[in-house]
């Protein structure tokens, strides 16, 4: 039923949306890593750093944010599968070449897919929330570079970004 | 109750995070579009524009994520107000000099604070949906570039990315 | 936007899907009704009509679900639009000579679209949820004509079904 | 726990609503498919035909709105288990006998209790979702004969209607 | 519709649940706050009071589940209307005399209903979130006295709880 | 990962919430039985126990509005992992000398973590529910005695409450 000469195993052979049967794959050990980054300026930079100590922990709420949107990825992808995710965590840390923060998810599941999706959901919507704490300060931060860093267990193996 | 000095106001004076009442703020016409693309290989693009007329409508089903994405923006993003949205639509076009597509959604409401969050969690979506759909053949591709083109409506006026 | 000749207002002049611009539509005062039923056996419909005494109120649930549902409107269909609903009542009547249960919601709104598919959607879930709750004793229950009986409000007025 | 001598095993011997034991069930193979109709004037589906091609595509817009409710069935219907969805399918066709769209939809998963209320709230949402897009043009559709036509796997073994 | 001589609004004249028809209330400013606490051995809140600096901000995470639930409780409770919130704080204070922490919520909007359930369900949820985040250390811990201590707008005028 | 010498599993050692990694522990049957109070007045409790009959049936909405709350816990509560339910059931009595009703839920599962967050949120909606339609008629009702009176399963072992 997938669509193995194009490649695009989201249809069927007349072209048709599906979520793939994924019925008859093993439950295995799976992870994903995924990362990404909210560019700003550095005065917007240092105004997060400061406030961390005592005006109100930006990337406290933006890690909690990736965390929750890590749950809800199978209802904001069309044709994701529910997986029982066992692991999420959610690393943001300050980059002053950027200058930025660079955002990095982890996430675990025993499933029959993997949870690519899962990471880059929460990378992204972190990196949503950490545009809506300080658009206040500045409305020209772009969110840059979301990709897949690491990718493991399941048929198609490892995969790992060169960097 | 907001924190003029630093301007977070999503924190309160003593730095805890907090909904920002908008109880008096006007309800005014507001219109915001973000923009945001998918960057892939060459061959990859190409699995994608021919699909659409006969292998599966990857861009259909995007902008489809990103329109129901939009929806759920005050359920993703902790300090986001729910608004009554009023228009949401997604451009998507393909770009051959990236090599990518291309996201751009408009979102307009009557309500009273902005619809910025609402287009930017449109094109992320949107973006993530592609990803999803195409990973099977390229796990290398990367979200870039969302950033807010167009703000109008409200207080503090138009915003405009200077091209 | 809207695509006057073909009559479809869900896409655009290039045929995409988007969320219809009301912005400029006024708030009115609106309102819809809707029904269908869920036709079974004249042994099941005893099971149901029975059970409200002493085993279990089946419509009662039913009515439940069917309120709760016509809040998920807008998440449930892709293009229709977030509403304030204003009232939601679901009224489930025994009809023996289906035999069956007839389902009818009304609801309303003050907003600047038609509850329409809030009446519809409060329906369908009404009647999937009697046949989950009854599928143990028949599987080949069916839904059945699922209509709207009447709109009011806005500009294209009243719609009422000939009986 | 259950209600043996009514059948409505979602009743205890109280007669209170619960959500079944299924923590001693097996975890099998299941399969469900269900189909329903949206029944219109041969007009209104000349417009869905053609519509496909340049005007906007009905179809494609309603499979995905019933692959994404199949997720949402245990948020929809009250007393249905979460349950891990390993395959959905749409299938829509254009019957003009009727004349309308005839839906079924397939639902497997790997879990303790079986996906009949899965396929039959995707087949529903699916109509509900072409009704939302013709409704402009039409709004004496009505949505009919929304029905199980096979169910295996578990220990009540395969159901399957007679054609 | 609604049951005068009971007083139970939320069942019309034949007992049946519905949501109640607000359709012709105005839309006036309303306000709510409720409050609640989490009652723990005095070693168990050392530790979350210790936690905040360095350890991990429990009263942190707690205020953004409560802001966040007060935007799903028209989700959550069954007859409750969706409203258009406009603010949402949360106040979590360490009360060595319990010992415990106290939970007070404020929630405003604009709408044509009170907000009393979204601050009782902001309180009820933060005082989960403490639960979850300390259960691994002391499982006796209890959530006491959620009461509405303000509730301003609307017909039915201004209710304030006697200290 | 966890932080052991506080005992606050949910941050990691530079105390930064995560949702800790469950992927190595054993799928094991798990139940928790949680309960709660709503205490009011006789007068209020007395149109209740009455309602039952003729007037509306407070408890049996609770009883499913706290059934459907189970299914959400993991999208209310930040830190929850996502779990298949496969049991719930809520017990609502009327204490006379409260006065008021107690709301019991049992919740089970055959996952990797316990399911005490899912039987307080079930009771505690439960709750909210009962205060949302009696409301009208005594707004200075409380919700009281939240706990855990059972769980087992796990490798921790069985607790039980006192009493």
Do not use: N
């Amino acid at each position: 039923m997938s669509h193995p000469e194009s490649g695009l195993t989201h249809f069927d052979d007349q072209g048709r949306a599906h979520m793939v049967d994924v019925s008859d794959k093993p439950f295995t050990a799976r992870i994903a890593v995924a990362r990404g980054a909210v560019k700003m300026s550095a005065e917007t930079l240092a105004l997060i750093t400061e406030g961390r100590a005592k005006k109100g922990d930006v990337l406290g709420v933006a890690r909690l944010a990736g965390i929750m949107a890590a749950k809800k990825t199978a209802d904001l992808i069309p044709l994701c599968h529910p997986l029982p995710i066992t692991k999420v965590a959610l690393d943001l840390t300050v980059d002053p070449t950027l200058p930025g923060i660079v955002v990095e998810a982890t996430v675990k599941t025993g499933g029959q897919t993997g949870v690519e999706m899962e990471a880059l959901t929460a990378v992204s919507v972190a990196c949503l929330t950490i545009y809506d704490m300080v658009k206040a300060v500045e409305k020209s931060m772009s969110i840059e570079g979301i990709h897949l860093i690491l990718k493991d267990g399941g048929k198609s193996g490892r995969y790992e970004t060169k960097l």
